[in-house]
């Protein structure tokens, strides 16, 4: 036995298990020179992780040893040996094709997320009437891992046949015997290469599958291990379906593009130099070319429907970060017969186009420079109450509404009551668009029980899988990969309310009872049987902890305000105009404490103060009747909404003359200043664009909005509708938050 072994065997003997990755590197660096090694400062001691090892003798230990050696003696240190491609890649694996699945499970990230969007979209594409045969080719397949874990997301036995197309020998067998012991019949192992495969003959056919008859073809982790990459992209083009999908996971590289039509749904592509130089350099060794070449061919040759870029972290979270991408796309469009040439088509608007297929209520948009100050929503719920406005907004099936999007709970209100024949949300932060689009795909497609979970509240284990499942088809190539990147704010322990610029203020309010030893004191609130009984744990109790000078000082506080309220420095200026921070937060909650029950429908009070709704306590959408009515006739009554990513001005600017009935502005003119011209000229288009006998619903934080002359200077005729007095003990609405609510109507017959 050499020292190199019993060293090996000692550390497994020490700790009666097999030596960790970073324990067999340490042993390995005393026996062969040549090393490039990193070196961490971790505490009190040193860890070496090793990047590359020279190759040397005393190979047997390596491979026939355990599983981490032999994955650290093939993949970091034996010399690839091979004059050809195919060899060199068939020689690399196959010393390592029996452990080459559980050795790869933390390093190829995005495997089951590419399985589950393809699985999803296929079946979206087959309940909309396309019942061509199911057939998958799985291109650098390997072992049959895919194949094997699409089982539990579309079963293979659904497809009526599925081809594995690889050159490495060795990780067939592996598949072969994975297929036979679970008795599948309708896969074929082809072992040829990606670029010049012959499938065998079909099975409902006297020839092979036939060009343009593919439902699906994968890459996992193979695209970047092919050198022909065009010639193969372009014959798999042929290949699919004009309903088909193509699905990519792999490694990459990418500088910044920001010209690229897609940027709007590629969140975190861009590399940075020492990443790019470094990862190209390391992947070369083992035959892999992760340059950007072949993921922009790919974006060049197909649709793109979903991109998710990410970064692997399961080596040291801290420092290694190997960004991979996930990719789902379809064939493109061809162009038509009846006229139409290649110069007339908007490529730009094309290509982004693809990205928004199958969610008509989302306005395609493309990136700005503000998206990336807006990582995240504002609001997580609307802080508006819907059953006030629906008492003024007298409408009919031909009228239209704009209001703003907000955290969408209001849109789905009018929805349901109002069916009004198009209802524009706008809102310029796309993140609060994302939140109401996954609203509308979990209507349409997930039970009441699991949505209440999601939006009720506000946590369901299960989310990563619901949103690949059921969700994806139904969302905005964007929308999804925000959600992606969001999945915690599903899972963690805090709900979702607790997220969002809102959602810090909902965190500090529940800081302050823990601190305070309130919180019990807070539930019982929520939970009181009669109004009697809130209103005397709310004196007692609770009231002493939130009207205090301590809450004047973050009412006083401009960040706190803006950051965790939403209440931008003018309209904070608005309402001190009148009166001080503690008068009007008093005249805010003391009337709806004494008059709307919170446990029985005072949800925007009952979710602030608990962090959740509950079902007798929630938007009208959450309510089980409701649902229902909104999910029925596969959710036609959402259909009319339409998500605009853009100021309310350049929207207004898109519309015809006289072509919008109703608007609802919530407080959003309190955020202009005075001698604002944006202001001035968003009335001008609001008058414009209004029919005569339109008119606009408005809150504001003051009793008196500066504003208000202005619509009247522009022709615009104005009503209150309701203010709050200083120390009334009555709720102009379940929310009481605004001083005043108006009415602004152009003259003219009533539209």
Not at 284 to 290: A, E, R, W
Not at 386 to 400: A, R, T
Not at 436 to 461: Q, T
């Amino acid at each position: 036995m050499t020292g190199l072994e019993e060293d090996l065997n000692l550390k497994t003997e020490e700790n009666n298990s097999l030596p960790s990755a970073l324990q067999c590197i340490s042993i390995l660096k005393r026996y062969y020179s040549g090393a490039v090694a990193l070196k961490l400062r971790n505490g009190l001691q040193d860890e070496i992780f090793l990047l590359k090892l020279a190759a040397g003798s005393s190979r047997r230990v390596f491979t026939n040893g355990p599983t981490k050696i032999r994955m650290i003696w093939h993949g970091f240190i034996a010399p690839t040996s091979g004059q050809k491609h195919h060899d060199r890649i068939s020689n690399f694996y196959r010393g390592q094709a029996d452990v080459y699945d559980e050795t790869r499970e933390g390093l190829l990230k995005g495997r089951k997320t590419m399985l589950r969007l393809s699985a999803a979209h296929l079946s979206e594409i087959r309940k909309s009437g396309h019942q061509s045969r199911l057939v998958w080719i799985d291109i650098g397949g390997g072992t049959g891992y895919n194949i094997e874990a699409m089982d539990a997301f579309l079963p293979i036995k659904a497809f009526d046949a599925v081809y594995l197309v690889d050159i490495r020998g060795s990780l067939l067998q592996i598949a072969e015997k994975r297929f036979a012991s679970w008795g599948w019949t309708n896969i074929h192992v082809v072992h040829q290469d990606a670029a010049s495969f012959i499938l065998p003959k079909a099975p409902w056919s006297d020839c092979m599958a036939d060009r343009g008859s593919i439902s699906l073809i994968t890459f996992s982790y193979a695209l970047s291990m092919i050198p022909d990459f065009y010639a193969v992209l372009d014959r798999i083009s042929s290949l699919l379906a004009p309903e088909g999908l193509i699905g990519v996971v792999d490694f990459y590289t990418s500088g910044h593009n920001f010209q690229c039509p897609a940027s709007v749904a590629d969140v975190n592509r861009a590399c940075g130099r020492i990443s790019r130089w470094f990862w190209q350099i390391w992947f070369d060794f083992d035959n892999m070319m992760v340059g950007p070449q072949r993921r922009e061919y790919l974006e060049h040759k197909f649709e793109t429907v979903k991109i998710l870029n990410g970064r692997n972290r399961f080596l040291i979270p801290s420092l290694i970060h190997i960004p991979y991408y996930v990719w789902l796309g379809r064939p493109r469009r061809t162009v038509s017969s009846t006229g139409e040439t290649l110069a007339q088509i908007n490529v730009t608007q094309d290509r982004l186009g693809s990205l928004f297929q199958n969610v008509p209520w989302r306005v395609p948009y493309t990136a700005k420079p503000s998206h990336g100050q807006m990582n995240t929503f504002m609001y997580a719920f609307t802080w508006e109450d819907p059953l006030e406005d629906m008492k003024h907004l007298v409408h009919g099936p031909d009228d239209s509404l704009l209001v703003i999007t907000s955290a969408g709970d209001n849109v789905l209100h009018y929805a349901l009551q109002a069916r009004f024949q198009s209802i524009h949300c706008v809102d310029m932060n796309p993140c609060q668009g994302h939140l109401l689009e996954l609203k509308i795909a979990a209507l349409k497609v997930l039970p009441y029980e699991v949505a209440f979970s999601m939006f009720g509240r506000g946590h369901v284990d299960s989310f990563q899988e619901i949103l690949d499942l059921k969700l994806s088809p139904l969302l905005s190539a964007p929308c999804y990969q925000f959600w992606k990147a969001n999945a915690h704010m599903f899972m963690s322990s805090m709900p979702l309310y607790m997220h969002g610029f809102s959602g810090l203020a909902l965190r500090i309010v529940r800081i302050v009872f823990k601190f305070t030893g309130r919180l019990g004191d807070v539930e019982r609130l929520c939970n009181a049987k009669s109004i009697t009984e809130q209103i005397s744990i709310w004196t007692r109790r609770v009231r002493p902890v939130l009207l205090n000078r301590l809450t004047v000082f973050f009412l006083n506080n401009r960040w706190i305000c803006w950051r965790a309220l939403g209440v931008p420095e003018n309209q904070r200026n608005m309402l001190l105009a009148e009166g001080t921070a503690y008068d009007y937060i008093k005249d805010t909650l003391d009337p709806v404490v004494a008059s709307k029950h919170l446990k029985g429908g005072g949800y925007h009070y009952f979710m602030t103060l608990m962090g959740h709704y509950s079902p007798t306590s929630c938007p009208l959408y959450l309510t089980r009747n409701a649902f229902d009515v909104l999910q029925s006739s596969d959710g036609d009554l959402m259909n009319p909404i339409k998500i605009h990513t853009d100021t309310i001005t350049g929207v207004l600017e898109t519309m015809p003359s006289s072509s919008l009935s109703r608007a609802i502005l919530m407080d959003h003119l309190d955020w202009f200043s005075e001698d604002s011209i944006d202001a001035i000229e968003e009335i001008q288009l609001l008058y414009r664009v209004l029919k005569p006998g339109g008119f606009i619903l408005l809150r504001s934080a003051a009793r008196s909005p500066w504003y208000i002359k202005r619509f009247m200077s522009s022709g615009f005729e104005s009503f209150c509708l309701n203010v709050r007095k200083p120390g009334s003990k009555e709720a102009l609405d379940r929310v009481n938050m605004y001083a005043s609510f108006w009415k602004v109507k152009r003259p003219g017959i009533t539209a």
